[in-house]
């Protein structure tokens, strides 16, 4: 079992987005990212804030049952891969599945930001951001891309990650969460409820 440990005395902080929308050996999907928050934090660091948990459509459209989303900030010693490490082991202890991108899952971690940090680079970050959404369903990047080259188009990210990061810069595009939730559409954002 993978543990967490602090590879160096300065702490940043990790903003990472929670859904799911099947029963996981957890629970139902509001127990599952409830437990998964628990798991995150007891392994990750210090200094959480956690956001409401939200019920929010199936993306894309029909994609299956509402999902249940949340967002935590947390800081960290470790860096990215190794928090990547440990989101993907407390999804595989979640008996999460990765057989149809984007479709239904018990836990899904996503590394959103390690605080300002671009990875691997800014070339790379940029095609992953700018690549076709057509082309987005079909392929996944072999490497960890940060910040998540989604975060600003998803609603069920900004919603709740404006709870715990409102005034986070994304350190490309130079707007905070609270201007890019603001910048989606306002049903999109409606759509995002509160549990």
């Known amino acids: 079992m993978l543990q967490a440990h602090t590879v160096h005395n300065s702490s940043i902080f990790a903003l990472i987005g929670l859904g799911g ?34 019920r929010t459509p199936a993306f894309p459209v029909g994609a299956g049952p509402d999902f249940v989303n949340a967002a ?19 999804e595989a202890e979640a008996a999460r599945t990765r057989t149809l991108r984007w479709g239904q899952r018990t836990l899904d ?27 987005q369903a079909q392929t996944a990047p072999d490497q960890l891309i940060l910040p998540h080259p989604r975060v600003q188009d998803r609603s069920f ?6 709870d715990v990061a409102p005034d986070w810069v994304h350190p490309v595009l ?14 999109e954002v409606r759509s995002v409820v509160a549990l």
């Open 21 to 54: 929308n099947v029963t996981s050996p957890w629970g139902d999907p509001t127990e599952t990212i409830q437990k998964a928050i628990s798991e995150v934090v007891a392994r990750l660091g210090t200094d959480v804030v956690q956001s409401p948990l939200y």
């Open 109 to 135: 971690l996503d590394l959103i930001a390690l605080g300002d940090q671009v990875c691997p680079d800014l070339p790379s970050y940029t095609h992953w951001r700018d690549l076709a959404p057509d082309l």
């Open 174 to 187: 130079g707007q905070s969460v609270v201007q890019m939730r603001d910048a989606r559409p306002a049903d």
């Open 72 to 90: 935590i900030r947390v800081s960290t010693g470790l860096p990215a891969h190794d928090v990547l490490a440990v989101l993907h082991q407390i």
């Open 157 to 162: 990210v900004l919603v709740p990650l404006a």
